[in-house]
Nanobody, 119 residues
Framework: QVQLAESGGGLVQPGGSLRLSCAAS????????IAWFRQAPGKEREWVSC??????YIGDSVKGRFAISRDMRVRMVYLQMNRLNFEDTATYYC??????????????WGQGTQVNVSL
């Protein structure tokens, strides 16, 4: 069964960094791409990043600042977020996709972790 659990969110000042973690079940890692999306109150859901095999994908709005990686030994997928700004404030979710695409449906996701970028 697919299980996903996000962690690592918190309060950070503009310009700061955070690394989010997604603990993923073996089935999630074996059969799906793992993506990150974010959602803030009053804003649209936004596809952020995705990893599938050796390939990584970064959304245009965070390209150059965010990076996705994984450690298969501990079944973790990470989202490294650098040079954070106010617009990055959102709840961040890791999710499964069949393919890494900003238009491919999310199939499973976790409870989310809150990121607040504020003074």
């Amino acid at each position: 069964q697919v299980q996903l659990a996000e962690s690592g969110g918190g309060l950070v000042q503009p310009g700061g960094s955070l690394r989010l973690s997604c603990a993923a079940s073996a089935s999630a890692l074996d059969y799906y791409a793992i993506a990150w999306f974010r959602q803030a109150p009053g804003k649209e859901r936004e596809w952020v990043s995705c990893i599938r095999g050796a390939f990584t994908y970064i959304g245009d709005s965070v390209k150059g600042r965010f990076a996705i990686s994984r450690d298969m030994r501990v079944r973790m997928v990470y989202l490294q977020m650098n040079r954070l700004n106010f617009e990055d404030t959102a709840t961040y979710y890791c999710a499964t996709q069949h393919q890494c695409s900003d238009s491919d449906p999310f199939l499973h996701w976790g409870q989310g972790t809150q990121v607040n970028v504020s003074l």
